[in-house]
């Protein structure tokens, strides 16, 4: 079945550094996210992206945060100068099709555990 | 905010037992839908209903959706110790592209074998 891997599973950071997590969407899919999940908390929205474009976003992506699709498979989400509430799990999703178009399924990836000190 | 939420924030059942969940949201929406969540991994889509659909059902799950009340239901019949999880709804409010979701603050099940 296919899935949306994301890479790496667990990085360590001071604060103040830059940081890049990454994912590869499911092939087919067209509209991709980024959510995050400080530990034992909610799940957050950050980011929505679709042809080559951020399509929304929350007031928690902000001028630290930037995201990007550099090729035809990769889909990546930057944090520039890293805070220690920058600490959390952020997962990567995709889907098929916008939510005005039909129903829209997210399809997550395993997350990627970033800590920083 | 749109968010969610849901309630109980935990609840544990032996195995065999249902379960029921509850979430509650803000504004008119597209779509309500439910993930699950194993502790450590990403989230699992469940099961989605319309905003025009009053009950649906997959295998042992029941999810009800009640927009008077802008309230949703998810019932998990004759539960087994893998059911242990924790469960979120996500909503897409209407009028909006559909492209965000938001997730409650989930419901952490834990059955007891």
């Known amino acids: 079945e296919p899935e949306v891997t994301q890479t790496p599973s667990h990085q360590v950071t001071q604060m103040g550094q830059e940081v890049i997590l990454r994912c590869v969407p499911i092939?087919?899919?067209?509209?991709f996210y980024w959510y995050r999940q400080i530990l034992g908390q909610k799940v957050e929205f950050l980011v929505s992206f679709y042809n080559n474009e951020i399509s929304e976003k929350s007031e928690i992506f902000d001028d630290q945060f930037s995201v990007e699709r550099p090729d035809g498979s990769n889909f990546t989400l930057k944090i520039r100068s890293t805070k220690l509430e920058d600490s959390a799990m952020y997962f990567c999703?995709?889907?098929?099709?916008?939510?005005?178009?039909?129903?829209?399924?997210?399809?997550f990836g395993a997350g990627s555990r970033l800590t920083v000190l | 905010s749109q968010q969610g939420e849901e309630d109980p924030q935990a609840l544990s059942i032996q195995e065999g037992e249902n379960a029921t969940m509850n979430c509650s949201y803000k504004?008119?929406?597209?779509?309500l839908q439910w993930y699950r969540q194993n502790s450590g991994r990403g989230l699992v889509h469940l099961i989605l209903?319309?905003?025009?659909?009053r009950e649906k059902h997959s295998g042992r799950l029941r999810v009800t959706l009640d927009t008077s009340k802008k309230s949703s239901s998810l019932l998990i019949t004759a539960s087994r110790a893998a059911d242990t999880a924790s469960y979120f709804c996500?909503?897409?409010?209407?009028?909006?592209?559909?492209?965000?979701?938001?997730f409650g603050t989930g419901t952490s099940l834990t059955v007891i074998p």
């Open positions: 209903i319309r905003s025009n659909e």
């Open positions: 092939s087919n899919h067209l509209y």
């Open positions: 504004t008119s929406i597209n779509n």
């Open positions: 996500a909503t897409d409010f209407l009028g909006n592209t559909g492209n965000q979701f938001y």
């Open positions: 999703a995709s889907s098929e099709r916008s939510g005005r178009a039909g129903a829209n399924v997210l399809t």
